[in-house]
């Protein structure tokens, strides 16, 4: 054999050895991967998730002398096992991101401690530069997934309403009942059941006392301020077009539920709103709120049935003069004084039309009618004022 051959053989020889007994010269890395699911624009789809922990060459090299795993590889695992536990698994919800609709939830992960430091055992005596982060996966009760299943791709529709002016008692009401309503499902042939969905309105239930209309004047009940919830998700349910069961208006104008006659009173068990879901799919309901606005918005969500609703602006017609003054207890009022707590207004009639077409034919329309009386101003009088007893 000539020198040159002997040279090269040696040299090949060496190289061998070095891949087999000792570390690459890339650094060894345990690497976490999995995926998590997000609907947008439709479409589900599987984001990949990838971590990376640099494990040291010293350890590894160690790990090949004694047969088992270095004790330096601890710290590492431990800070991977406190990445991982920190993730809680958390429900899907649809965000407007920059002008698209994203839904995505988050699942949970639990480090596997055993798992790993078997795969990083058998990686490393096999002369790998990698090996593979082992755990379980918690999905949350609502995930991407669950909605796209049940049909639930597009935003389909919004409603919104302005509290501007509200009391605290108001704003407090108008907040407990539009969180019972967040994140609601209404399935295929269903009947959305705003009172059912509500629950009892009481102090047991988050509700604070407040004025509702009662006996042609204000009194106190708890739950004061509720319509502003009916009114705002009746708006986004009829927007979406779904078709009405049950709705009535208030029996005045009511500046907060303007433009007039787009409103939805409830009062139960007397009066409910009621909305059937004839999209074939489920549809998901989302509340929002802007405190600092005071706003209150509802968005649907569902199945993309190519609906175009068109609501018309309403026509209000036949005037009648305001009535006249009502009194209603208010112990903070001294005796023979008084302080208004709402305006007069005028009684009529408001008319509201929707369209619905689909690929530009319309295939249903409905009016919206609401008849309010006259209304009179009313004054909060000393418990003990004589003309409570008018």
Known sequence: MNRALLSLLTLSLAASAHAQDGPSDRPFKLIFRTTEPRIQKGELHQDPIIKSWVIPAEGIAASRKYDKLSTTFTPILDRIEQTLNARAPRNAIFRNVKGSWVAQGQTGWTFDRAATSHNLYVAIQGGKDSAEVAFKRTEPGRSAEVLARRGV???????????????????????????????????????????????????????????????????????????????????????????????????????????????????????????????????????????????LRFDVFGANTGREVTVSRPVVTDFKAPADPSYTPDDRVALGGQRQLDQPVQGMTSVIERTIKVGGKTISSDTLKSVYKPWGAVYGVNPNDPRLNR
């Not at 009194?219 to 077009?241: N, P």
């Not at 539920?257 to 549809?283: C, F």
Request: proline share 3%; aromatic share 12%.
């Open 153 to 295: 791709l597009w935003h389909v529709a919004t409603g919104q309403s302005s509290y501007a002016g509200s009391p605290d008692f108001r704003e407090k009401n108008i907040l407990v009942g539009a969180a019972k309503l967040d994140n609601m499902f209404v399935a295929p042939g269903e009947e959305f059941d705003f009172n059912k969905s509500i629950g009892e309105i009481d102090a047991s239930t988050g509700f604070v006392k407040g004025f509702v209309i009662s006996g042609g004047t204000l009194t106190k009940e708890d739950g004061g301020g509720i319509c502003q919830v009916s009114t705002t998700v009746f708006r986004a349910l009829y927007q979406a077009g779904l078709p009405i069961t049950e709705r009535h208006e208030h029996s005045h104008r009511v500046s907060y539920y303007d433009p007039v006659g787009y409103e939805a009173t409830v009062y139960a068990p007397q009066k409910n709103l009621r909305m059937k879901n004839d999209t074939g799919k489920h549809i998901f309901i989302q509340a929002s709120w802007n405190r600092a606005d005071q706003t």
